[in-house]
């Protein structure tokens, strides 16, 4: 049990590593017109996506937030969304390349500070579960590739869609496509949804309701499915993050086109 975890939290660091530095590599190719396009995170331009980064890692080093009243912006409609506009709000007259480099020095300070971490210490996940840091990792992977993608496609530099944070992101985010269905979608007992992801990294989840109600993984798989549900993989990070509604997407659907529609409908697992 103890290896796993610390292969887990070795495999987790490195993924979360790796989309890091690939944002960090995107910085420097970025103009002063780029800094403050807006993503797809609501109320958020590609230079508040570098400095919620930065907020998050250094919280996780031990660093004090700012001390700063946040406004009433339209996009902050929570007190969690209101912790993690501090961070960001604090950096908005600072210079985009500034705020790359904070996270470049950020990032530094994780790394040397991660080895001294158990992966198999316990904590509670953002998710609000009990956990790993050795999850929490993933957690961290998964976080950071989806605001790297919200940047490239702001910018228009695609680029790292094969990361092995989207892995990290599948093993958080795939696991609540039964209740995508069964609760959300409301599919009826009975009834079962193949999700085909295209990559690289390519995915895929069959997911049966049973006679409870409940959605759980189809075993064994019909050999027709209510709906199916096909589409690449920057199309599933965009609906299950919440980054757009299904109209702005392609997505190749076969079998109960209502359904599918609703299935669609409430993809987001995250914002």
Not at 86 to 93: D, E, F, T, Y
Not at 226 to 239: A, P
């Amino acid at each position: 049990m103890g290896e796993t975890v610390q292969a887990d939290m070795r495999a987790n660091t490195d993924a979360w590593e790796q989309t890091l530095r690939s944002s960090l590599d995107l910085a420097a190719t970025l103009d002063a017109a780029d800094w403050d396009r807006p993503t797809e995170c609501p109320g958020w331009t590609v230079k508040d996506q570098f400095s919620h980064l930065v907020g998050i890692e250094r919280a996780l080093l031990g660093d004090p937030e700012p001390r700063l009243d946040v406004p009433e912006f339209d996009h902050v409609r929570s007190e969690f969304g209101r912790a993690l506009e501090v961070a960001v709000h604090a950096r908005r007259g600072v210079p985009g390349p500034e705020v790359a480099a904070e996270l470049a020095e950020t990032l530094d300070r994780r790394l040397a500070q991660l080895p001294g971490i158990d992966g198999g210490q316990a904590l509670t996940l953002p998710n609000g579960k009990e956990g790993t840091y050795a999850r929490l990792m993933a957690f961290r992977a998964m976080d950071c590739w989806t605001h790297e993608q919200d940047v490239r496609r702001a910018a228009g530099r695609p680029g790292n869609l094969d990361a092995p944070a989207a892995h990290c992101l599948w093993s958080i985010l795939g696991i609540g496509l039964p209740l995508v269905v069964a609760r959300f979608a409301k599919a009826g007992p009975g009834a079962s949804v193949l999700f085909t992801i295209a990559g690289p990294p390519s995915f895929r989840s069959a997911i049966a309701v049973n006679a409870d109600g409940r959605g759980v993984p189809a075993d064994p798989e019909p050999a027709e499915f209510t709906v199916e549900l096909d589409m690449d993989l920057e199309t599933y990070l965009r609906l299950a993050a919440g980054r757009c509604a299904p109209e702005a997407v392609a997505v190749r659907t076969k079998g109960d086109p209502d359904l599918a529609s609703r299935i669609l409908a409430n993809m987001a697992l995250t914002t």
